[in-house]
Structures are given as C-alpha cells and as structure tokens.
C-alpha cells in the first residue's frame, strides 16, 4: 500500500529564514505528489503539484518543491519564509491517473516567529 | 462559484447516534472523496467514489457507508455513532483527468460524546 512519511512534525523558523519540509513516499510505480497547506481554520489548498516534466515545480506564495525519483521524495522549500506561512503543510501522493485517491502525509505544522 | 459544499459545519453526537454529513459539489467532478483529519495522522481516506453508483473503500472505513446516487452529491453516513469518530471531516472532489487536483470543503467538525 502506498504511504507517505514527513520527517518534521513542528517546525519553528523565524521570518526571512529558509524552510524546507521533507517528504518521502513509498510506491515504485509512476505517481502524483502534491503539497497541500490548512491555514488555521480553513479548508486545505493545494500549493503546488507535480505530474510529469520538470522534477522542479514552482508553487503559489513563493514555494518550491522537487521531485527526487531515486529518493522517493518531494520536499518543500521556500527561500525566506514569511509570518503569514504560518500553517500546517500536508504532502500527498497518488498513482497516476487516479488524482481523487490521495493518500496524505501527517502534515508538518510551520510556525514562523515575527 | 460554490465549489465543495458540506453540510453541517459542526455537529455534536451521543454514542449510538445516527447522522449524515452531506457533501455537493458543482465542478460536475466525477471523482469524490471523504476524509477525516486527526492532531498527528493528517488525513486519512474513508470512502471515495469515482461515479455515479460506484464507490470503494479507503484507509478507514469502518464505522461509515457513503453512496453516491448522483454526480454533484456524495453523503457520508454514521450509522452509530463512537466517540473514536470525532474528527473534523473533509469531502473533495477532483475532476479525475490528468493534472486536476482535489478541491476540498470547509470541513464538519464532529463530536462524539
């Protein structure tokens, strides 16, 4: 069964620092990943997606996340981190061609100190 | 635009209770999904569907039925109610075509007393 791990569980960063979130899957076969971000007491938006092409993909709000085959990973990075990224993130996977079942990550709660 | 509808925003229940949570969605996205998300394990899949009349089986189904009589509607039934099912809930939708991503409700937040 596929499953999806993120290392970090809380994350504390101050403004202007760099973050980057890990994110590991299991599933040999061709997949889909995705970062989703839950503001407090909001619904989940997607930030970014990766389908195929370019292991690099480039997000809403500044956000980046890369596609590491070899790695089963796709984490997250973001330069300089700003109060309002202030969230929790959730990585997801799906295979291929099946983007209603994603299986999601136990998501990495930033909090960004003014 | 609407989008994912849910239906109720909070709900408390007693033990042994029955409910619905409802879910629309005007997208006419032939995929949906429902999940529950908990402090710590994010968001695990209950039940998803990808039509009309056809549904399956997530992460953690038990406790829940879903039917899918129609494309725009996909309800999640408690039949009775535990308190290890208070949770905040999450239907998506997703057109299934290659590069959609799911759109997501606002959530029901469900208590079980």
């Known amino acids: 069964a596929q499953s999806v791990s993120q290392h970090n569980h809380h994350v504390i960063l101050s403004e202007a620092a760099s973050l980057e979130l890990g994110c590991n899957y299991s599933?040999?076969?061709?997949?889909?990943l995705f970062w989703y971000v839950q503001y407090p007491g909001q619904h989940l938006q997607l930030l970014l997606k990766y389908f195929s092409g370019d292991p690099l993909v480039k997000g809403i709000k500044g956000f980046e996340a890369e596609f590491i085959k070899s790695k089963f990973s796709f984490n997250l990075r973001k330069p300089s981190v700003q109060w309002s990224d202030t969230a929790e993130y959730f990585c997801a996977v799906t295979r291929s061609g099946n983007t209603g079942k994603l299986i999601f990550g136990q998501g990495t709660t930033l909090q960004v100190k003014p | 635009n609407a989008g994912v509808t849910q239906t109720p925003k909070f709900q408390v229940l007693k033990t042994g209770q029955s409910m619905t949570l409802q879910c629309a969605q005007d997208?006419?996205?032939?995929?949906m999904s429902w999940y529950r998300q908990d402090p710590g394990m994010g968001l695990r899949l209950i039940h998803y569907s990808v039509g009309a009349g056809i549904t399956d089986q997530g992460e953690v189904p038990n406790g829940y039925n879903v039917s899918r009589s129609t494309t725009e509607d996909f309800p999640l039934r408690l039949l009775s109610a535990a308190p290890s099912q208070t949770s905040v809930y999450f239907c998506?939708?997703?057109?299934?075509?290659?590069?959609?991503?799911?759109?997501f409700g606002n959530g029901t937040r469900l208590t079980v007393t």
């Open positions: 997208m006419n996205h032939e995929y």
């Open positions: 599933y040999g076969g061709t997949v889909n």
């Open positions: 998506a939708s997703s057109s299934g075509s290659y590069n959609s991503p799911l759109h």
